[in-house]
């Protein structure tokens, strides 16, 4: 099955810094990918869906200036924490899928990074 | 934007029992609802999905029914395992369209008792 990859699995950084996650389709060249947020004991809330080669589209609520996203293969998504805050710290989930025809609209989830802010 | 009500937030049933977790969707242009099983600190796994067209889906222990007048759709596991306490997410997307992002309901914590 289609694999999906993230880095780090996990990073704390102090209050103030940057913070980059890389998302990866191991096997398949994903057209669009998609990050999500997870707070302990909450739901996966989706911050943005990023179109490789174009600007991402981010949910509202979710500041544009502060989680950068950067989609520029077709098979790596970033996902850059700028100025953390330990208000950040949250388990962050990409997902990633090939494309519409031929069945392949499946989305495959990374295994999330967590995120800790000091 | 569509809109996924999940309840029970919690749930307790004794090894062997079924459990039912029930979901409501506000967008009636949602045509596929995947329900996803999620371990602490891993991944959400697909356990099983259904298409608007269907109005039942088998697999083993676990079934999922929808009823796309009432926009509600259920997950049902039997003769329930160990193995089978986590928390799960019902979802609502438009599948084959370009909107088709993924919509997670609020989550069940599933706990079995031995």
């Known amino acids: 099955g289609a694999v999906v990859s993230q880095h780090p699995s996990w990073v704390i950084c102090k209050s103030g810094t940057s913070v980059k996650i890389e998302c990866r389709s191991l096997?398949?060249?994903?057209?669009?990918m998609f990050w999500y947020r997870q707070f302990p004991k909450q739901s996966l809330m989706l911050m943005a869906t990023s179109n490789e080669g174009s600007k991402a589209t981010y949910e509202q609520g979710v500041e544009k200036d502060k989680f950068l996203i950067n989609h520029a293969s077709l098979t790596l998504s970033t996902l850059t924490v700028t100025s953390a805050h330990p208000e950040d710290s949250s388990f962050y989930i990409c997902?990633?899928?090939?494309?519409?025809?031929?069945?392949?609209?499946?989305?495959?989830f990374g295994p999330g990074t967590r995120l800790t802010v000091l | 934007g569509e809109n996924v009500e999940q309840h029970p937030s919690t749930l307790s049933v004794q090894e062997g029992d079924s459990a039912v977790i029930k979901c409501t969707y506000s967008?009636?242009?949602?045509?596929?609802f995947p329900w996803y099983k999620q371990e602490l600190g891993k991944r959400p796994q697909l356990i099983i999905d259904?298409?608007?067209?269907?109005g039942e889906k088998k697999d083993q222990r676990i079934a999922v029914t929808l009823n796309k007048t009432a926009k509600h759709f259920s997950l049902h596991i039997t003769e329930t395992q160990p193995e089978d306490s986590a928390v799960y997410f019902c979802?609502?997307?438009?599948?084959?369209?370009?909107?088709?992002?993924?919509?997670f309901g609020s989550g069940t914590r599933l706990s079995i008792r031995p």
């Open positions: 997902s990633a899928r090939e494309g519409l025809a031929g069945g392949r609209d499946t989305q495959y």
């Open positions: 096997d398949f060249q994903a057209t669009t």
């Open positions: 259904i298409r608007s067209n269907v």
């Open positions: 967008d009636s242009a949602s045509n596929y």
């Open positions: 979802a609502a997307s438009k599948r084959w369209s370009s909107a088709s992002k993924i919509i």
